[in-house]
């Protein structure tokens, strides 16, 4: 394929721009931010899942040296609710609902003295009963979770139903179906939340804060300004280095809108930090499902119909948790060729805590359920599973029942890709067992947003250096190398000559936020159209001096020149300098909004979401200890088609990183709630993959170069960890023939499944 | 308050610290130093880890004052004072071993103990000295890569 070839810059293997500043100490974290003058503020939490306050005395905690103010929920405004559903205020009122209730917040000049004074605030509760199961809580009988809201079901327009799923099903040779439950994960984020808020003299808000959605953040931090009264001011989001993100900063949390208060009220920086436990406890999980499948296929094995229902625990408050149905959707009608397709998701207050984005947003949720029940398919219709999988496979130009338009696909080839490194139906020795499981995903944009653009600002100074300002966010994912790899390549400079400056509202354009894996797709074709604007202006430059047309003229290695003749050439800063410094002189400037050509889903759930789509194939070898019913993974191999490469360091590092992260879910991360209450909020009891536990991950790479992307590429954030789960859960039953369907697939689970399977035979 | 001295990257220090500081504290909130990270507080992470007499430690579980007459080496103290990067750090960039940054100083010290007492660590003893370091971005591939060239090119005459 001809645009596939060799270029300078991009599809090299450049290290992270800030990975020496890492490697040496000096990244600046938000915990490593003090700013002069600046306080501590503290949260106090809820001591119920479910309890009325009746009353909040602060007078001993107010009269501690060093207290400068304390706020509980009568100091909110009442139009301060974060969230899209607009349910949670920063500071509860009345009522607490979870454990992770914010009931007070202090400022004090040192963390020790803020922390002292949460112990002296005293309140009063009255426990209610607590209604922890989303099914129960369906129930007309069930308490309710807010009074207000009369039901425990969210209003939220999560159905669809393509074809006629009941004719289909009829007329099936062959059908499955099945019950899958997915617990709550979290991200455990190496660097802990944190935010610093102040305002100046002017009431006008700069606030340093963990987030992947700077606009978007700062548009919450408007309104809440506006709800306490303070309009028509500026707000600065401003994102230090963070310590990963994972999806968990998609949405603002209570701690920045309470920084934001007490900043306000003491008027002093307000610094909240968090520690690891809080971070367990008062950040936002995945969200939890319980999925009822039901899959059929005719004689031949293809597909008929893909039938879903969902309940998801929504907990006591909404956030984007709740929305993870809308890109449910994409693997339920879209991994595959199935015509006949139905789902419903219903979201249920309970008073658990509320999920969040994470890595993949609903995807490696339906995809356990959809992966795992065509392996159930592909045996009892007597298919081999890889056969089964290729079969229906999606293809380059095929428009999906949701109407997702496939532009470029390399389904089969990820397949072919794992099957080369792994004989997935191969023979095999006692307790060794393969499987495989596909995945789609947004890979050119998602708009689930009113707008899914990216802004660019490049200017170019006297000595070829370039500044690109970009709404588009780093958080070590390298969106920053993307697009100075990008940029470089355009421009015919290499990636030292590009600065990018990233995550300050003040100087960076618009964008929707570093989610659904579209930084290099969006925030790459925003940076690709600046550079392209101010290329154009540099060859009618050159082609002056030149006498020559632009056409003619080739950028390169700094370099700016006719090929083949040796008397027309010069250097790139030569040039901008004469173009600088003449009459009429030109500085090279240009700006760029990229808003990607993909639709919103309609009241039919119909709508092409994103540009271009990513598509995938994971293999997997384990070895199931039937003692023990331990499962070791011996082998992995994770074929993604990423359009092009523009960095493979980098790529194969999301995929690396997101492959464990996906093993983590199937095998052993769980967030343990009893009643509401966390009970392993720490690193010894939420079981993480270490090194000890790390594999040799083997990772094709599949390069079918989409048109629309920057250089052909697409997004790659996220596939890594989205059919990670159902390829461990078909390994296993093709290890042992116990077929697990509630993640995780701990030794016990897989231990009870086997006595199970022995006592029935 | 105690006085307290000890060897910190080759410097010799005095300090006066109070009995509860632990030394993570004293070197982030006290002296500045921000390269070692706090991941849980709890040594549970690794992300505070710092080498105090060749051994790779907690620095949030250890005492500032059980640092008197100690030699400590932090991340700061690693890059030679040209600005030449230690060979465990360059490999660290070079190999993909950093993406969000924040477990990398306690990675690579961990890693700078190994290699100090035994060179010719195998796989599986790196592992082991990375046990007790969290990471949430690589999945320890790349990581472990790095080790593993910053290895070879020690043994080859790099300088440690």
């Not at chain 1, 889903?601 to 194939?617: C, E, L, P, R, W």
Request: proline share 4%; hydrophobic share 40%.
């Amino acid at each position: 394929m001809n645009e596939l070839k060799e270029l300078s810059i991009v599809g090299k293997r450049i290290p992270k721009l800030d990975a020496a500043k890492k490697a040496m100490g000096r990244a600046e974290y938000i915990q490593d931010i003090k700013l002069p003058g600046m306080v501590y503020g503290k949260i106090l939490y809820s001591k119920y899942a479910h309890a009325n306050i009746v009353k909040i005395d602060t007078s001993r905690a107010k009269a501690l040296p060093g207290v400068l103010c304390i706020l509980t929920g009568d100091d909110v405004p009442k139009k301060m609710k974060m969230g899209f559903y607009k349910d949670n205020p920063p500071l509860k009122k009345g009522k607490v609902c979870s454990f992770r209730d914010e009931v007070a917040a202090v400022a004090a000049t040192t963390p020790e003295i803020a922390k002292k004074a949460l112990d002296m605030i005293e309140i009063q509760y009255e426990e209610l009963p607590g209604i922890f199961d989303p099914e129960k809580a369906m129930q007309p009988d069930s308490p309710l979770v807010h009074d207000y809201h009369k039901t425990n079901v969210l209003n939220l327009p999560w159905k669809l139903h393509y074809g006629d799923v009941e004719k289909a099903e009829k007329e099936s040779a062959f059908v499955v179906e099945e019950r899958f439950t997915t617990q709550w994960v979290t991200h455990c984020c190496l660097g802990t939340s944190g935010a610093i808020a102040l305002f100046d003299s002017n009431n006008n808000l700069t606030i340093h804060t963990n987030t992947q959605i700077p606009s978007l953040a700062q548009k919450d931090f408007l309104e809440s300004l506006k709800a306490m009264g303070i309009e028509n001011k500026r707000v600065r989001v401003i994102k230090p280095i963070i310590g990963g993100g994972f999806g968990s900063k998609l949405d603002s949390y209570a701690y920045e809108h309470v920084a934001i208060l007490l900043a306000h009220a003491c008027r002093r920086p307000v610094k909240i930090q968090f520690d690891r436990v809080e971070e367990f406890k008062a950040t936002s999980t995945r969200q939890p499902t319980i999925i009822y499948i039901k899959q059929g296929c005719d004689k031949n094995g293809k597909l008929t119909f893909r039938d879903m229902r969902m309940v998801l625990d929504n907990g006591a408050y909404t956030s984007w948790g709740a929305t993870t149905p809308s890109v449910m959707m994409m693997p339920i009608t879209s991994l595959y060729r199935v015509e006949n397709v139905r789902y419903e998701a219903k979201c249920v207050y309970t008073n658990n805590t509320y999920s969040q984005a994470f890595r993949g947003y609903g995807n490696p949720q339906a995809t356990f359920a959809i992966e795992s029940t065509l392996d159930m398919l592909a045996e009892k219709a007597g298919i081999d599973r890889v056969q089964i999988r290729r079969l229906n496979r999606n293809q380059p130009g095929d428009v999906t029942p949701q109407g997702f338009k496939i532009s470029s696909c390399g389904l089969s080839e990820c397949i072919d890709a794992v099957e080369k490194e792994m004989v997935i139906n191969g023979p095999k020795e006692k307790g060794i067992g393969y499987g495989i499981a596909s995945l789609i995903h947004v890979g050119g944009g998602a708009r689930i947003y009113k707008s899914d653009g990216c802004g660019a600002i490049l200017k170019m100074d006297d000595y070829g250096k370039v500044d690109i300002f970009t709404g588009g966010t780093d958080m070590g994912q390298g969106m920053d190398n993307i697009t100075a790899q990008i940029v470089a390549e355009e421009l015919g400079l290499l990636v030292e000559d590009i600065n990018v400056v990233h995550s300050d509202t003040d100087v960076c354009p618009w964008d929707v936020g570093a989610h659904a894996s579209r930084s290099t797709f969006v925030a790459g074709n925003a940076a690709l159209g600046a550079a392209k604007k101010v290329k154009a202006v540099i060859l009618e430059e050159a082609a002056k001096t030149f006498g020559v047309s632009p056409d003619q003229i080739v950028m390169k290695a700094r370099n700016i020149f006719v090929p083949g003749d040796a008397e027309k050439t010069m250097t790139i800063d030569k040039l901008l300098r004469k173009v600088h410094f003449s009459p009429q002189g030109k500085m090279l400037m240009a700006d760029y909004f990229y808003d990607p050509d993909n639709e919103n889903m309609g009241k039919d759930m119909k709508g092409n979401m994103s540009v271009t789509y990513a598509f995938g194939a994971h293999g997997v070898k384990v070895k199931v200890d039937e003692e023990t019913g331990k499962v070791t993974v011996l082998d992995y191999v994770a074929a993604h088609d990423v359009g092009r490469a523009i960095n493979p360091l980098l790529l194969e590092g999301q995929v690396y990183g997101g492959v464990l992260m996906g093993l983590g879910y199937a095998l052993t991360e769980e967030v343990v709630v009893r009643d509401g209450k966390t009970m392993n909020a720490n690193f010894r009891d939420y079981k993480l993959f270490t090194a000890k536990d790390a594999i040799k991950i083997k990772a094709p790479v599949v390069e079918t170069y989409d048109e629309f992307g920057p250089f052909g590429a697409k997004g790659i954030g996220e596939p890594g960890c989205v059919p990670t789960a159902p390829a461990i859960a078909n390994a296993v039953y093709d290890a042992v023939g116990v077929r697990i369907t509630t993640l995780p697939i701990t030794p016990e689970k897989v231990l009870a499944a086997l006595m199970e399977k022995k006592k029935n035979h | 308050m105690t006085i307290i001295n000890f060897k910190l990257n080759g410097d010799q220090i005095e300090y006066e610290i109070k009995d509860h500081w632990t030394l993570l504290h004293l070197l982030r909130e006290e002296m500045g130093l921000i390269g070692t990270k706090e991941g849980c507080g709890n040594g549970e992470c690794g992300a505070c880890t710092v080498i105090v007499d060749k051994l790779a430690i907690n620095s949030c579980l250890y005492l500032a004052v059980d640092a008197d007459r100690k030699t400590i080496e932090t991340i700061e103290g690693l890059a030679s004072t040209d600005g030449k990067l230690h060979p465990l750090q360059q490999s660290f960039v070079d190999n993909g071993g950093i993406q969000c940054g924040f477990c990398s100083p306690g990675m690579i010290m961990s890693s700078k103990a190994l290699l100090d007492s035994n060179p010719n660590a195998s796989e599986e003893e790196v592992k082991h000295a990375l046990a007790g370091n969290i990471c949430r971005c690589t999945g320890y591939v790349q990581i472990l890569e790095s080790v593993e060239a910053a290895k070879k090119h020690m043994a080859g005459g790099g300088q440690s």
